[in-house]
């Protein structure tokens, strides 16, 4: 059978180059564009397509053809007469916005030492790009959520005991210790909304020695008037031999104010609350712990 032969006046990879022909089968689904010694484009994958705008008949178009950036570099390429490093140039989009696409480039040679095809991968960095601010902003969101709500649940613990206080210094005209208490309280509201206005970054906890006793009293006192309200029985059994631990005093307070509302919200008029406290001893190299327990019927 006789062959058609190829087109004379137009180029053909060389023989010997190999690598010309094997980039080309690897990078089919990438975008490839050849260009032989006359500079005429030779190769224009489907993405490569997409990513320059151009379509197939560009193909046996001289390199100029190319968007501006890209015909650049093909044309230090051919002048330096060997492949570039890795080069980030900017192409514009179908929709006017502009693409950041990294260019590979591979050359081949004759025996003179001169190119005879430029080869270059295009790599479109945009997508992945937006991929990550997009994640990087759904991130933030769901912290922002998340924060949000936990943020809101311990300003309403709070403004409940607050109120409550507020009511009964009214009945009492001022009384000290829960002067104090409201005191106290109002600071902690102010500390919880310095948080959420620091969405960017949550603050570390603030660790310092903690005597758990006082504070799981401090917290008790919090809820007594609910507890009242609803006849709930308090049972107290604090047996820990040693309550110093080191925490946040207030988070570990919004822990317990969490757990001892939930508590009183989910009981029933005459139901029953116990708190109460245990020292672990120590077991080979686990110190001793303490142990709070808040069960409620």
């Known amino acids: 059978m006789n062959r058609p032969q190829p087109n004379s006046e137009k180029s053909s990879p060389p023989a010997d180059a190999e690598s010309y022909s094997g980039t080309i089968r690897e990078r089919q689904a990438c975008a490839v564009i050849a260009l032989d010694d006359r500079r005429q484009i030779t190769v224009l994958s ?3 397509e997409r990513l320059t705008g151009l379509t197939a008949a560009a193909i046996g178009q001289p390199a100029t053809r190319l968007p501006a950036a890209l015909a650049q570099v093909a044309t230090e390429i051919f002048t330096a007469g060997k492949a570039d490093p890795d080069q980030q140039i900017n192409l514009p989009g179908p929709g006017g916005e502009t693409r950041l696409v990294c260019v590979h480039s591979a050359v081949t040679v004759n025996a003179a030492g001169a190119v005879t095809y430029v080869i270059l991968v295009l790599h479109d960095l945009t997508t992945g790009l937006r991929g990550d601010l997009n994640l990087r902003r759904l991130d933030r969101l769901a912290n922002i959520g998340t924060l949000s709500a936990s943020m809101a649940h311990e300003v309403k613990n709070a403004i409940v005991a607050v109120r409550t206080f507020v009511d009964l210094l009214l009945e009492k005209n001022q009384d000290a210790e829960l002067a104090n208490i409201v005191h106290r309280e109002m600071k902690r509201i102010d500390g919880i909304v310095s948080q ?4 960017a970054g949550p603050p570390k906890p603030n ?5 758990m006793h006082e504070a799981l009293d401090h917290s008790l006192r919090l809820v007594q008037h609910q507890l009242d309200e609803k006849l709930i029985t308090l049972h107290k059994a604090f047996a820990a031999e040693s309550d110093l631990v080191a925490g946040d005093l207030y988070q570990l307070e919004q822990a317990f104010m969490n757990l001892l509302l939930n508590a009183v919200e989910a009981m029933s008029t005459n139901g029953a609350l116990t708190v109460s406290t ?5 077991t080979g190299a686990q110190p001793a712990q303490f142990r709070l327990t808040i069960s409620d019927t």
């Open 207 to 211: 660790i310092a020695p903690v005597r």
């Open 196 to 199: 959420m206005l620091r969405v």
């Open 278 to 282: 245990e020292q672990l001893p120590a």
């Open 46 to 48: 489907p993405e490569a």
